[in-house]
């Protein structure tokens, strides 16, 4: 019977490892996450909701929005997402470099500035950048939290500047509860 459980735990880790998963949890200890070479634990911060399943039409592992909008109507939202590292981004400061590059190529008046790095739950330091979108006057604040073979992506965006100021708290909040772990199967 151990042989069974252990194949049956071998077998949802490995599905769940090729198309990516989270589970919301009954404890207050945070929604899973888990896909190939990445699993990690986010609290929702209290007045948000976290969704996975609209997240994942959109290439995230979670968005999130205060309670009582939704994804498509809040003023101010956060997001989650995993980037893999290759070759041309294998540091977490090469994904961010390109990162960048990416955005400033979207409007010459956009901005990046550095912010204070943030403490997650495993005491790793997120590097945290702060961007402005002049093209769509789109504030946002995006933290880069380096794992062995990807970097996870904790961003809060908002196109009024007021909202998006409230809103910093809970982003601090939801990085503050990041926890990266190595899962480990029981023989």
Known sequence: MPFIKAIILASTFLAASVLG??????????ALFFGQNYSFILNEPPGWSMDSETAKSQGLQAVLYPKGSSWKTAVAAMYVRVIYKNESKDTVEKVISNDIADFLQLSKESKVSDSPTLATR???????KVLYDAANKNYESVAFIDQPKVVVIVALTSRDKDEYQKSLPSFNTLVGSYFGFQPTIAR
């Open 21 to 30: 998963f989270s589970q919301k949890p009954d404890a207050p200890d945070g």
């Open 122 to 128: 495993d005491r790793k330091a997120a590097i945290v």
